[in-house]
């Protein structure tokens, strides 16, 4: 009988896995089924046009004649304008990452029948915290959550918090974890994650002595069009000089200036904090890259419940020890 319930709690557990798979066949495109394709194959043909553009922004400069004089020109820097991302895309992706909390929080729930845990002055989901010792110390209802959990599913869930290591910057190894969260928690509430392309300033400086290259006015905090100025030494480089140094910022890999304009896809939010323990009570956020997230999120959801299933077998086979899977599905 025993191991009859143990091989109906890994099929359980085993679905879990398999529901970001099964879910993701059924997509509704104009009131007809998807062909097959899953949600994260959907976002990623629907993003394709803008994933697939260069990581740095062709530049198209323009001098202001008006505003430039001696030893010094004054030009503006942009880059081309792009389509709308489909909106389709973002509930989509507002799907998966609702898919993905559903699956650790149905574990939870299956491990919870199967053993006949008490229910009562619990919440019975799989928690994901931003400071998951914090919280421990803090939430009562946590506490009696995990100690009515065996020792080593404790271990599991533990493992995949976003546990900040107190390197050098200190990011969480499973930024997964938060991006489930709070993604998840915005489109509950009907606020649906976006889809953006990125285009911000990422480098600008020059490598040749007798030049000074400032941004003008930084407003749009590095988003184009930018203004610039660039001083230069006429004892050093003429005017003919500077202007063949701005016309150059147009074609790949120019020198001796350098203006790097960024662009790319992001999950977007406006806060998923990150709690770093050196900044105390600060924090500042992050966009994970659109691509990071479809390939990691997916990644850390099997990752976790393979891990809670070898310690069901484990714990049905009598053991004592058991072997958890090394991370291998951050973001």
Known sequence: MRDASARNLARRLRSCTEKLRNRQRYLLTRGTVSHGLSQVERVRTLCEPWSQLPIYAPLAITVDESASSEGRFEFMVDVQRLLELPLAANFILGNIVTDARSCLDMAIEALWSRYALDRKGVIVQFPLEDDFTKKCSEDARLRNFLSRLDDK???????????????????????????????????????????????????????????????????????????????????????????????????????????????????????????????GDSTFSFRAGLDDLLTKVPEYIRFTLRNLNRVHHNIQNGGNEVYLLDRNGTL
């Open 153 to 279: 599913f404790v271990e599991v869930i533990e493992q995949a918090q976003p546990d900040y290591v107190d390197g050098l910057l200190d990011i969480p190894e499973n930024l997964s974890a938060l991006f489930i969260s709070h993604l998840s928690n915005a489109n509950k509430h009907r606020n649906i994650t976006p889809v953006v392309f990125r285009v911000a300033l990422s480098m600008m400086g020059t490598d040749k002595l007798g030049l000074n290259l400032a941004l003008i006015d930084d407003s749009s905090h590095g988003v184009p069009p930018l203004r610039f100025a660039l001083n230069f030494d006429i004892g050093k480089h003429s005017e003919q000089d500077a202007r063949s140094f701005i016309a150059a910022l147009e074609r790949p890999y120019s020198t001796p200036l350098h203006v790097e304009v960024s662009q790319r896809l992001v999950v977007d939010r406006q806060e998923i904090p990150l709690l770093p323990r050196r900044l």
